[in-house]
């Protein structure tokens, strides 16, 4: 079965400082992947994708993720924090080569920036 | 911009209560979903449709169900409403797409539910 790991499940880093969350997943074929933010409480926006093509794709926020099939993974990445991106991140896969609609979400990294 | 709407942000219920959750897009998005979100465990989806009166199971869907009449409107049904089903409910909405676009979901601002 399909299923999308987020190793860390909490995160701190300091405002200024680069950030990466990690995301793997377990998928036969090529996966359409997904990375959503969500605010306290707060809904879930979607801040990037990856349908196919370029590996590297950019997103809302500054955000952008890389798609590396060697290591089954797509993750997240951001240059300079923002006290504004403390939020919980949740990487996503669509399963059965997204044919149904739905996604498999993982279980979530929380970001803490410090000032 | 595409807005999915829960109709309350907070509910508090009594065990054994009968509980409605409302959704509604306004987007003419043709599939729906149903999600309840606790610490540690992420996202799960209990239920979805991709039509009007058209539903499918997700992962959990024991003691819910969903009703939609009208193709903007997904209703979660908690029959009898049990404590275990205290948790932050979300809903979901996306357009019957070709390829990846079909898998982009918006999402709702959620419904905080105490079952007391």
């Known amino acids: 079965a399909q299923s999308v790991t987020q190793p860390d499940i909490h995160i701190t880093v300091s405002e200024g400082a680069s950030l990466e969350l990690r995301c793997n997943y377990s998928?036969?074929?090529?996966?359409?992947l997904f990375w959503y933010v969500q605010s306290p409480g707060q809904g879930l926006q979607l801040l990037l994708k990856?349908?196919?093509?370029?590996?590297l794709v950019q997103g809302i926020k500054g955000f952008e993720a890389e798609f590396k099939r060697s290591q089954s993974s797509f993750n997240l990445r951001k240059p300079s924090v923002h006290w504004s991106d403390a939020a919980e991140y949740f990487c996503a896969v669509a399963p059965y080569g997204g044919s149904q609609g739905n996604l498999i979400f993982g279980k979530g990294t929380k970001l803490s920036v410090k000032p | 911009d595409v807005k999915v709407t829960q109709s309350s942000r907070y509910l508090v219920k009594r065990t054994g209560e009968k509980v409605f959750l409302e959704c509604v897009q306004d987007?003419?998005?043709?599939?729906m979903f149903w999600y309840r979100q606790d610490p540690g465990l992420g996202l799960r989806l209990i239920y979805f449709s991709y039509d009007v009166k058209m539903k499918e199971k997700g992962d959990i869907p024991e003691g819910y169900s969903v009703s939609r009449e009208k193709k903007e409107r997904f209703s979660l049904i908690l029959e009898s409403a049990s404590t275990n089903q205290t948790s932050m409910y979300l809903c979901a909405s996306s357009l019957m797409a070709t390829g990846g676009a079909k898998n982009i979901q918006y999402f709702g601002a959620g419904t905080r539910l105490s079952v007391l």
């Open positions: 998928y036969g074929a090529t996966p359409y």
């Open positions: 990856y349908f196919s093509g370029d590996t």
């Open positions: 987007m003419d998005h043709e599939n």
